[in-house]
């Protein structure tokens, strides 16, 4: 089962930035999809954005034209930057990985913490 640890997180003032990394314990060349997740406080967790091995992207219509996703198969890490955050980002942000057909099967890590506040 593919491993996954997430970073980068932190506290940021709204209109600010950070870049979280997702490095997988083995090659992530043969995945078909790479995601990102986010769960705030009392709210389920929701997808943010994947890439597949084409390097096509899909994200949630909240964070489209704010977060980018990016994909090193070299580096078996996957990336989320984050620009314009807001307060209603702040969430526990996660990675994953699915199959084409969008069955999840990584082990959740523990996730890194991200704070949008003033």
């Known amino acids: 089962q593919v491993q996954l640890v997430e970073s980068g997180g932190g506290l940021v003032q709204p209109g600010g930035s950070l870049r979280l990394s997702c490095a997988a314990s083995g090659s992530i060349a043969s995945i078909y999809y790479m995601v990102w997740y986010r769960q705030a406080p009392g709210k389920q967790r929701e997808l943010v954005a994947r890439?597949?091995?084409?390097?096509?992207?899909n994200y949630v219509d909240s964070v489209r034209g704010r977060f980018t996703i990016s994909r090193d198969n070299a580096k078996n890490t996957v990336y989320l930057q984050m620009n314009s955050l807001k307060p209603e980002d702040t969430a526990v942000y996660y990675c994953n990985v699915q199959t084409f057909g969008g069955q999840t099967f990584g082990s959740w890590g523990q996730g890194t913490q991200v704070t949008v506040s003033s």
């Open positions: 890439i597949n091995s084409a390097g096509i992207t």
